[in-house]
């Protein structure tokens, strides 16, 4: 039976799906729509896919993966290397991303360098986690730590013990800045470890970060087994891990550089209209969709279904209520890789004297072919520098922020004056801002076969909320899924 024939004359524009009884779905598996191809729906999809649903992936861009996905850049020399559209790091607590990668079958010591938890600056600080069981392993890692006085390292204990006594939740959330100030952190202590942390958790400045999220990382990082707090730093580019694994599998259930225009909602299934604004393609039919679009996105496609339905106004207001940080990722190739203690360096962050890099990663020789070999793609050196939140580098045009990142790294971390090429790439809308009290919508929406999917939701518990990380997403797609096979029951 041709299910076309079932959609409202007006579906797609703003209608919806017919609710004649007699209407029968045709045989085979349920169909479900997955609109958008980031982390979040791809989990989603996987998760679908294993129940027996028929997916099909919607996504506007000409590349799955979101802002986690693969940027070419061509070098001078006719070269072609894979970069990140941002710098990202897996912690061992994201137990969802992690084990979504190894049903994928990627090799995860290949995929990426584990190693214990290391916080190590430019001018001296260094904090390692040991390998004894926690939380020994972060008693020696505060009590062995340079660069900190043993005031601070006092503070750095009495906070986790605190944390710890509270169970990690507040009786009212605040900001991270109120947070630290009401809990005796120095200011000296607050501006070399807790102020980078939170940027880099929650890339959300200390001022307006809700302490409860900032918490709520801690937890399931610092707080738990010792292999929790491992950082797992990527080997490869982030299109090498879900987005091609996912694609890999089914090719033909993507439709890349198709925007979804409308969304049409009926008893009994879901339409979506692709095309352009102007132009619009003929509605197609599934018995259910997942949302998995930024927090905007989803709002101005669950517009149309609030005119008919007003319980849906509240869930569009609150996704319209998001306000969003920016992150700059710039690449710098020098001709030499650097010679760090370590991968990862922490930078002085002081706008006033023009150096507003957080983060640097040493990428050089570290950008294999693929997961399964270890053929350096990149030649000489590579820097990936990292500017999470706002601040007064907006102000900057391109070749004033390079400059000054150029400098930054000279004078933090011994670079050369200037590099042999660069690229930048600025994420305007990288990420929500977590603040204090942020409503956040669940999985479910008032239709039962439209659900929520995105780093942005969240749970009914405030101290299971988590900030815009890839395990957020990952977590939001799986739970999407499930919902939708309890209602299709495929």
Same mark, same amino acid.
């Given at each position: 039976?041709?299910?076309?024939?079932?959609?409202?004359?007006?579906?797609?524009?703003?209608?919806?799906?017919?609710?004649?009884?007699?209407?029968?779905?045709?045989?085979?598996?349920?169909?479900?729509?997955?609109?958008?191809?980031?982390?979040?729906?791809?989990?989603?999809?996987?998760?679908?896919?294993?129940?027996?649903?028929?997916?099909?992936?919607?996504?506007?861009?000409?590349?799955?993966?979101?802002?986690?996905?693969? #940027?070419? &850049?061509?070098?001078?020399?006719?070269?072609?290397?894979?970069?990140? =559209?941002?710098?990202?790091?897996?912690?061992?607590?994201?137990?969802?991303?992690?084990?979504?990668?190894?049903?994928?079958?990627?090799?995860?010591?290949?995929?990426?360098?584990?190693?214990?938890?290391?916080?190590?600056?430019?001018?001296?600080?260094?904090?390692?986690?040991?390998?004894?069981?926690?939380? &020994?392993?972060?008693?020696?890692?505060?009590?062995?730590?340079?660069?900190?006085?043993?005031? @601070?390292?006092?503070?750095?204990?009495?906070?986790?013990?605190?944390?710890?006594?509270?169970?990690?939740?507040?009786?009212?959330?605040?900001?991270?800045?109120?947070?630290?100030?009401?809990?005796?952190?120095?200011?000296?202590?607050?501006?070399?470890?807790?102020?980078?942390?939170?940027?880099?958790?929650?890339?959300?400045?200390?001022?307006?970060?809700?302490?409860?999220?900032?918490? =709520?990382?801690?937890?399931?990082?610092?707080?738990?087994?010792?292999?929790?707090?491992?950082?797992?730093?990527?080997?490869?580019?982030?299109?090498?891990?879900?987005?091609?694994?996912?694609?890999?599998?089914?090719?033909?259930?993507?439709?890349?550089?198709?925007?979804?225009? =409308?969304?049409?909602?009926?008893?009994?299934?879901?339409?979506?209209?692709?095309?352009?604004?102007?132009?619009?393609?003929?509605? @197609?039919?599934?018995?259910?969709?997942?949302?998995?679009?930024?927090?905007?996105?989803?709002?101005?496609?669950?517009?149309?279904?609030?005119?008919?339905?007003?319980?849906?106004?509240?869930? #569009?207001?609150?996704?319209?209520?998001?306000?969003?940080?920016?992150?700059?990722?710039?690449?710098?190739?020098?001709?030499?890789?650097?010679?760090?203690?370590?991968?990862?360096?922490?930078?002085?962050?002081?706008?006033?004297?023009?150096?507003? #890099?957080?983060?640097?990663?040493?990428?050089?020789?570290?950008?294999?072919?693929?997961?399964?070999?270890?053929?350096?793609?990149?030649?000489?050196?590579?820097?990936?520098?990292?500017?999470?939140?706002?601040?007064?580098?907006?102000?900057?045009? =391109?070749?004033?922020?390079?400059?000054?990142?150029?400098?930054?790294?000279?004078?933090?971390?011994?670079?050369?004056?200037?590099?042999? @090429?660069?690229?930048?790439?600025? @994420?305007?809308?990288?990420?929500?801002?977590?603040?204090?009290?942020?409503?956040?919508?669940?999985?479910?929406?008032?239709?039962?076969?439209?659900?929520?999917?995105?780093?942005?939701?969240?749970?009914?518990?405030?101290?299971?909320?988590?900030?815009?990380?890839?395990?957020?997403?990952?977590?939001?797609?799986?739970?999407?899924?499930?919902?939708?096979?309890?209602?299709?029951?495929?």
């Amino acid at each position: 039976m041709d299910r076309l024939a079932h959609l409202d004359p007006f579906a797609g524009h703003g209608g919806g799906l017919s609710d004649r009884s007699e209407r029968m779905r045709p045989a085979g598996p349920p169909r479900v729509a997955v609109i958008g191809g980031g982390w979040a729906g791809l989990s989603a999809a996987v998760r679908l896919a294993d129940a027996g649903v028929s997916c099909t992936v919607f996504e506007a861009s000409k590349s799955a993966g979101g802002r986690a996905r693969r #940027v070419p &850049w061509t070098l001078r020399d006719g070269r072609t290397i894979a970069l990140d =559209n941002g710098q990202h790091i897996l912690i061992g607590a994201y137990r969802e991303t992690l084990t979504l990668l190894q049903r994928l079958d990627i090799d995860l010591d290949r995929a990426f360098e584990r190693t214990p938890l290391h916080l190590l600056d430019a001018k001296g600080m260094r904090l390692r986690a040991s390998r004894l069981p926690a939380p &020994w392993h972060l008693v020696t890692m505060i009590f062995t730590a340079r660069g900190l006085s043993f005031g @601070e390292r006092v503070a750095i204990a009495s906070l986790m013990s605190r944390a710890k006594r509270i169970r990690w939740t507040l009786d009212g959330d605040r900001t991270v800045a109120e947070l630290l100030d009401g809990w005796r952190q120095p200011p000296g202590l607050t501006h070399k470890l807790w102020e980078p942390l939170c940027v880099a958790a929650l890339n959300t400045p200390i001022g307006i970060a809700s302490a409860q999220v900032f918490l =709520n990382v801690l937890r399931d990082s610092l707080g738990g087994a010792r292999s929790d707090s491992d950082l797992l730093l990527p080997r490869v580019d982030l299109g090498h891990l879900l987005p091609d694994a996912v694609t890999a599998r089914t090719p033909s259930a993507f439709r890349l550089s198709t925007r979804i225009q =409308n969304l049409s909602l009926g008893a009994d299934g879901v339409a979506v209209t692709g095309g352009t604004a102007t132009e619009l393609a003929q509605p @197609e039919p599934f018995d259910a969709a997942v949302l998995a679009l930024p927090p905007l996105d989803a709002a101005r496609l669950m517009a149309s279904p609030a005119l008919h339905d007003p319980a849906f106004k509240p869930l #569009v207001a609150v996704c319209e209520a998001f306000v969003f940080q920016p992150i700059v990722t710039a690449y710098l190739r020098y001709r030499e890789a650097p010679r760090w203690p370590s991968r990862m360096l922490a930078l002085e962050s002081a706008p006033h004297v023009g150096h507003h #890099v957080q983060w640097a990663f040493d990428r050089s020789e570290r950008l294999a072919s693929d997961v399964h070999h270890a053929t350096p793609a990149s030649g000489q050196g590579l820097i990936a520098a990292v500017i999470s939140a706002d601040g007064p580098h907006r102000l900057l045009d =391109n070749d004033a922020l390079v400059a000054s990142i150029a400098r930054q790294l000279s004078t933090e971390c011994g670079m050369p004056s200037q590099a042999l @090429e660069t690229r930048v790439i600025i @994420e305007k809308r990288a990420t929500f801002a977590s603040t204090p009290s942020l409503p956040r919508p669940d999985v479910a929406t008032p239709h039962p076969r439209l659900v929520l999917a995105g780093d942005y939701v969240g749970e009914a518990a405030a101290t299971r909320h988590y900030p815009a990380t890839l395990e957020a997403s990952v977590l939001s797609g799986r739970r999407a899924a499930e919902a939708l096979i309890a209602v299709l029951d495929p």
